[in-house]
C-alpha cells in the first residue's frame, strides 16, 4: 500500500488536477495546448539533453537491458495488430496504428517519475537508455509499416519512404534533444556555467508540466465504442509488454536488479499521447487510440503498483 501512497499517487494526483482543471474549464483547449508545446518542445528535449550528455554511455547500453524491453513493445505490438486485423476485421492501416499503441509506453511522462519516486534518481541510467533509442526507433518502424500499408501497389522507391522516415522523426524536438546531448557527450562541449545553470532551471519545470498538461489532453478522450479493441489495447500495454520484459530480464538475460527495475517500470506504463497523435496523423483509429491513452493511463494505477511489488 505505502507504494500506492507514496510512489504512484502523487505522479496521478498531477496528471488529475490537470484533468480536473481542464474539465472545469479552468484551463482551456488553447492554454492545454500552450503547455503541451512548451513541455514536449522544449522543456523535455532540454531534460533529455541533460541526461544523455551526463550519462555514462560505457554502462548504460545493457543489450540485455534493451533487448528485453524491446522485444516485450514488439511483442506487444505484434499482439495487437494480429489482434486488431484477425479477430476485430481492421483495415491494415487501422491494425498499425493499433498495433502501435500496443507498442509505443509512456516511457517520459509516466516511466521517469514512478521509476524515480520508487527507486531514486540513481536508478534513472537504464531509464534514459531506453528513452535515448525509443522515439527514433518505434517511430521509424511505425511510419516505415504505416507507409508501407498505405502505398501498396502505388509503387512508391525505398528511397523516398526513407527519406520521408527520416523527416518524420528527425523533425522532432525530442530526438533534437537526444541528438544534442549524444553529442555533448561524445565531444564535450566547454558551455559556461550560466548555460548549465539556465538548464538546470527548464529541466526541473520539465516533469511537473508535463504531467499536468497530459491530464488537461486525457480530458479530450472520452472512451466511445470499441470496447473489445480497446481493451486488448490496455491488455498488450499493461500487461504483455511488460510481462515479456520481466521474463526476458530475469530469467534469459539475469540483468542487473537497476536495469530489470528500468526495463519492467518503463515497459508497464500506458500508451503514450503519441499512440494517439500517430493516428490522428494517419487518420485511422483515432477513436480507438484515444480512448486506450485515457483508459489504459487510469488502470496503470493499479498494475503499475503489481509490478512495484513483484519487483526486487
Same mark, same amino acid.
Given at each position: 500500500?505505502?507504494?500506492?501512497?507514496?510512489?504512484?499517487?502523487?505522479?496521478?494526483?498531477?496528471? /488529475?488536477? *490537470?484533468? !480536473? &482543471? &481542464?474539465?472545469?474549464?479552468?484551463?482551456?483547449?488553447?492554454?492545454?495546448?500552450? %503547455?503541451?508545446?512548451?513541455?514536449?518542445?522544449?522543456?523535455?528535449?532540454?531534460?533529455?539533453?541533460?541526461?544523455?550528455?551526463?550519462?555514462?554511455?560505457?554502462?548504460?547500453?545493457?543489450?540485455?537491458?534493451?533487448?528485453?524491453?524491446?522485444?516485450?513493445?514488439?511483442?506487444?505490438?505484434? +499482439?495487437?495488430?494480429?489482434?486488431?486485423?484477425?479477430?476485430?476485421?481492421?483495415?491494415?492501416?487501422?491494425?498499425?496504428?493499433?498495433?502501435?499503441?500496443?507498442?509505443?509506453? #509512456?516511457?517520459?511522462?509516466?516511466?521517469?517519475?514512478?521509476? @524515480?519516486?520508487?527507486?531514486?534518481? @540513481?536508478?534513472?541510467?537504464?531509464? $534514459? +537508455?531506453?528513452?535515448?533509442?525509443?522515439?527514433?526507433?518505434? $517511430?521509424?518502424?511505425?511510419?516505415?509499416?504505416? @507507409?508501407?500499408?498505405?502505398?501498396? /501497389?502505388?509503387?512508391?522507391?525505398?528511397?523516398?519512404?526513407?527519406?520521408?522516415?527520416?523527416?518524420? !522523426?528527425?523533425?522532432?524536438?525530442?530526438?533534437?534533444?537526444? &541528438?544534442?546531448?549524444?553529442?555533448? #557527450?561524445?565531444?564535450?562541449?566547454?558551455?559556461?556555467?550560466?548555460?548549465?545553470?539556465?538548464?538546470?532551471?527548464?529541466?526541473?519545470?520539465?516533469?511537473?508540466?508535463? %504531467?499536468?498538461?497530459?491530464?488537461?489532453?486525457?480530458?479530450?478522450?472520452?472512451? @466511445?465504442?470499441?470496447?473489445?479493441?480497446?481493451?486488448? !489495447?490496455?491488455?498488450?500495454?499493461? !500487461?504483455?509488454?511488460?510481462?515479456?520484459?520481466?521474463?526476458? *530480464?530475469?530469467?534469459?538475460?539475469?540483468?542487473?536488479?537497476?536495469?530489470?527495475?528500468?526495463?519492467?517500470? =518503463?515497459?508497464?506504463?500506458?500508451? *503514450?499521447? #503519441?499512440? $494517439?497523435?500517430? +493516428?490522428?496523423? $494517419?487518420?485511422?483509429?483515432?477513436?480507438?487510440?484515444?480512448?486506450?491513452?485515457?483508459?489504459?493511463? &487510469?488502470?496503470?494505477? *493499479? =498494475?503499475?503498483?503489481?509490478?512495484?511489488?513483484?519487483?526486487?
Amino acid at each position: 500500500m505505502s507504494a500506492l501512497l507514496d510512489v504512484i499517487l502523487p505522479v496521478f494526483l498531477v496528471i /488529475g488536477f *490537470g484533468y !480536473v &482543471a &481542464a474539465r472545469s474549464g479552468l484551463f482551456s483547449d488553447s492554454a492545454v495546448d500552450g %503547455l503541451m508545446r512548451f513541455a514536449q518542445n522544449f522543456a523535455v528535449p532540454c531534460l533529455l539533453f541533460k541526461s544523455i550528455s551526463q550519462l555514462d554511455l560505457s554502462s548504460a547500453y545493457d543489450a540485455g537491458l534493451l533487448i528485453s524491453f524491446y522485444l516485450g513493445a514488439f511483442s506487444g505490438f505484434a +499482439a495487437g495488430f494480429l489482434g486488431a486485423m484477425l479477430v476485430f476485421r481492421r483495415p491494415l492501416t487501422d491494425s498499425v496504428a493499433i498495433g502501435f499503441a500496443c507498442l509505443f509506453s #509512456n516511457s517520459l511522462l509516466l516511466g521517469l517519475p514512478i521509476t @524515480e519516486r520508487a527507486y531514486g534518481p @540513481e536508478a534513472l541510467q537504464g531509464n $534514459y +537508455a531506453i528513452i535515448s533509442i525509443h522515439s527514433p526507433l518505434l $517511430y521509424s518502424f511505425g511510419i516505415g509499416l504505416m @507507409e508501407w500499408a498505405r502505398t501498396r /501497389g502505388q509503387g512508391l522507391s525505398a528511397p523516398a519512404l526513407a527519406r520521408q522516415i527520416v523527416r518524420a !522523426v528527425f523533425s522532432q524536438p525530442l530526438v533534437i534533444g537526444i &541528438a544534442l546531448g549524444f553529442v555533448a #557527450n561524445i565531444a564535450p562541449l566547454p558551455l559556461p556555467g550560466a548555460f548549465w545553470s539556465g538548464l538546470d532551471m527548464m529541466v526541473r519545470a520539465a516533469i511537473p508540466t508535463a %504531467l499536468f498538461g497530459l491530464g488537461g489532453v486525457l480530458f479530450r478522450y472520452r472512451p @466511445e465504442g470499441d470496447r473489445a479493441t480497446i481493451a486488448m !489495447v490496455c491488455l498488450c500495454s499493461l !500487461v504483455v509488454h511488460p510481462g515479456v520484459t520481466w521474463l526476458m *530480464g530475469r530469467f534469459v538475460f539475469d540483468i542487473s536488479t537497476d536495469g530489470l527495475r528500468s526495463a519492467v517500470m =518503463t515497459a508497464a506504463m500506458a500508451p *503514450g499521447v #503519441n499512440a $494517439y497523435l500517430f +493516428a490522428h496523423m $494517419y487518420g485511422v483509429a483515432k477513436r480507438v487510440n484515444a480512448s486506450a491513452v485515457l483508459i489504459a493511463t &487510469a488502470l496503470s494505477i *493499479g =498494475t503499475i503498483w503489481v509490478w512495484l511489488h513483484i519487483l526486487p
